[in-house]
């Protein structure tokens, strides 16, 4: 789905910074935010590397259904829901009537004595759960205020073939089983007769869009649907409110769409009776389009309204290993189509379908184009595409997904229009093909697709629409404290901060991670393994997270704790920069600190004077152990500049300590280290210090004790920070003073 201010208020947050802060007043509000964040970002979150690091991570071990290194389990089982649909449209009541067939197989090693069904629809009865959640100030969720009677009628419910005991509480019904349906392959045949009166707003996944030539009805959730029986929570019942989406069990669908005659209905999955419902001109067609890497259309504008045909067409579809199946009917639609490649060599067929007020080469006429590259594209780089068609239609939603067909609002265009399509399509990977539980973890689903949107958008038409981003002045808004963590789910966080924390905050961290923690080679090869491992199953996050760590060899507890289940801040800051000695020509010591809750490899860019730099890049290792870190840089010259994170990769509550330059510097004389060598000695306490020079650097040690090196702090003055010793001699350096511990005393050169 996308959030409709979401998405325009990533690109607009985007284009806030590429534009040099010159913004509209639209996005005022969120302008304030990053402003006013900015003032609390100075109040110091404490690091801990104790706490960022710690052991025990993971709640639990491996288990039989799912193994501790993120694959499958031995004993890994999942249920499974076929559906045989058949349903006819009323296109002047709005009324959907239906009987769904349901072969619901147990592969659990539980016996079940009760079934679990969704029955969305029941959303948009008047005293449905959701609407009570509806604010005074509205909301996306529901049906926008509309008054008319929705929710489902159930007219019938049969088990095996007999009626059967069935409760409905708000989105869910539960059907009692006369007897117990079987462990590890018990079949449950359930037929239920339904209808329901469609919403024109249907929570902005559903609706009806009124155009001049006709209604467009794009329709989902329409067909009682199993609930997932796992071996995580058992019986997943969670009431639909609206605001999270989906968890479904995979099976084969077939559906009979009968509508009015002058229709033309597109769906999830393939057309089996073509020559039945087009005419032998469109048909032919489509037979081009098969092999046209070029747009056909299917049905011009110049044909909408020939067809005056009374009576009703039934459309024959069939969609194999889906979890769900969506379909949209209209008399207004251009149709136009193009072959899709994919990596096998096997072929799909991009289609759109929209009304004449959205054609043209600005808007919908290059639908089919986006359809085709977005497939195209996350084909070759992650999975390969499995249905014979992926459709996208023009209705009232924002942009929602199905398998293998999306609805995008029908008054997006150019750019937009793209990241709609996009966007819609790459959730065919999430949650399509990698069925995670969208109800509990919007970031799963949404948070992956926005990140391989990104690529996608990079790859198309030469970055046609592309524009990269600066991460690093993100952190601010990202990581402000108004937000939830990602790990809540959608029913668990303001309405407001779902397009941060289900979209933008997971995508951008999957780039963070892919660009700055593990490098493209070895994220790729990880996550293309989890969708590999999960294609058509049920992962969990912790699936992920050990799937990740296993296949790329590397340690990221730190990193999921920090930005997916806690809302940890990241702030990293150059803290000093000195030269040995005092002498540039002697090389620098530099310390960078880390503020933040969440550490981060740490990538120092140093500037010369001499326009040359150098890059010394941290391990996120030195944070283990440490809160403040200090390297020598092996250089000869002058330094102008360091700067943390260069190419702003990282996002970062505060970049201005990101920066040292050499105005910062405090002015530090030249001093010849031996000038300060000898031995010193405080006859009353009785104890001698020797120093010495080694490698250009200053040394000292007390009789019979452990050397420890010495910096040039400036004025005469030489430190031991760990120690807490600081020694500052005399002008004419015969005398030593040693401090420590608020205490000191006098050396005399010997
Ligand atoms: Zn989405």
Redo the contacts with the bound molecule.
């Keep these: 789905?996308?959030i409709s201010g979401v998405f325009s208020l990533t690109i607009r947050i985007t284009k806030l910074f590429s534009m040099n802060l010159k913004f509209p007043t639209l996005i005022s509000t969120v302008a304030a935010v990053l402003f006013a964040n900015s003032v609390y970002a100075q109040e110091a979150p404490k690091y801990d590397y104790v706490e960022a690091f710690k052991p025990f991570f993971y709640s639990q071990t491996g288990t039989e259904t799912r193994s501790a290194s993120g694959q499958p389990g031995h004993a890994y089982w999942q249920n499974s829901a076929d559906y045989n649909l058949n349903v006819s449209l009323n296109d002047a009541k709005n009324e959907i009537t239906g009987t769904a067939e349901i072969t619901y197989t147990n592969n659990s090693p539980d016996k079940m004595g009760f079934l679990w069904l969704q029955l969305d629809q029941n959303l948009f009865e008047k005293d449905s759960r959701g609407n009570a959640l509806v604010p005074i100030s509205g909301s996306r969720n529901g049906a926008k205020g509309e008054t008319f009677d929705g929710g489902y009628k159930i007219k019938s419910v049969k088990f095996n073939g007999k009626d059967v005991k069935y409760t409905v509480t708000d989105t869910r019904m539960q059907i009692d089983l006369p007897q117990e349906l079987k462990a590890k392959g018990g079949v449950a045949k359930v037929k239920i007769e339904y209808s329901f009166l469609s919403p024109q707003y249907g929570s902005d996944r559903m609706g009806i869009q009124d155009t001049k030539n006709g209604k467009i009805f794009t329709i989902a959730q329409w067909y009682p649907r199993m609930c997932v029986y796992d071996d995580v929570l058992g019986w997943n019942t969670m009431p639909y409110l609206g605001a999270s989406e989906f968890y479904l069990e995979y099976g084969d669908i077939t559906a009979n769409i009968t509508v009015p005659s002058n229709h033309y209905v597109v769906a999830s999955g393939e057309l089996l009776n073509e020559k039945e419902v087009y005419s032998k001109e469109e048909s032919n067609r489509w037979s081009q389009a098969r092999n046209s890497d070029k747009t056909i259309m299917i049905r011009p504008e110049s044909e909408i309204g020939k067809n005056n045909a009374s009576g009703t067409k039934t459309w024959k579809f069939k969609i194999s290993q889906t979890r769900d199946f969506a379909w949209a009917s209209s008399p207004a639609f251009i149709l136009d189509a193009a072959k899709i490649n994919l990596p096998s060599g096997k072929k799909s067929l991009a289609i759109s379908a929209y009304p004449s007020e959205s054609a043209g080469e600005k808007a919908w006429g290059r639908s089919t184009e986006y359809t085709k590259a977005a497939i195209e594209h996350y084909s070759e780089k992650w999975y390969e595409y499995t249905y014979p068609a992926a459709t996208n239609v023009a209705g009232n939603e924002g942009g929602m997904?199905y398998p293998g067909i999306v609805f995008c609002h029908m008054d997006s265009k150019g750019e937009e229009l793209w990241g709609v399509t996009d966007?819609?399509f790459g959730?065919n990977w999430f949650p399509m093909i990698v069925g995670s539980n969208e109800r509990l973890f919007a970031w799963m689903d949404?948070g992956f697709?926005t990140f391989i949107n990104e690529l996608s958008t990079e790859a198309f038409n030469k970055g046609e629409y592309y524009s990269k981003k600066n991460v690093a002045q993100m952190g601010n808004y990202l990581m402000s404290d108004q937000f939830e963590p990602i790990m809540v789910g959608p029913d668990n966080m303001k309405e407001n901060s779902i397009g941060v924390l289900a979209y933008y905050k997971p995508g951008l961290g999957m780039g963070v991670l892919r660009e700055s923690i593990l490098g493209p080679e070895k994220f790729d090869k990880a996550f293309k393994t989890y969708i590999e491992r999960w294609a058509f199953k049920h992962p969990t996050p912790w699936d992920f997270f050990h799937t990740m760590e296993n296949v790329s060899g590397e340690e990221l507890n730190w990193f999921w704790r920090g930005w997916f289940i806690n809302k940890w801040k990241i702030d990293q800051a150059v803290k000093n920069v000195k030269y040995i000695n005092g002498d540039f020509t002697s090389g620098a010591q530099i310390t960078v600190e880390n503020l933040g809750q969440l550490p981060m490899p740490t990538t120092v860019q140093i500037k010369f004077k001499d326009n040359t730099e150098q890059i010394v890049k941290l391990p996120v290792e030195i944070w283990k152990r440490n809160t403040e870190w200090t390297f020598r840089l092996n250089s000869t010259k002058e330094i102008v500049e360091v700067k943390l994170d260069p190419k702003s990769e990282i996002p970062d509550v505060n970049p201005t300590n990101n920066l040292w330059s050499s105005a910062d510097a405090k002015p530090m004389e030249k001093i010849n280290i031996k000038d300060f060598t000898g031995t010193f000695a405080n006859k009353e306490i009785g104890l001698k210090l020797t120093f010495k020079e080694k490698d250009n650097q200053l040394f000292g040690q007390a009789s019979g004790q452990q050397e420890f090196p010495l910096e040039y702090a400036g004025n005469s003055t030489f430190k031991f920070e760990q120690a807490e010793i600081s020694l500052t001699y005399s002008s004419d350096k015969k005398t030593v003073t040693f401090t420590q511990g608020g205490r000191e005393f006098k050396f005399i050169k010997e």
């Design positions: 789905m996308i997904e966007h819609e959730h949404e697709n």
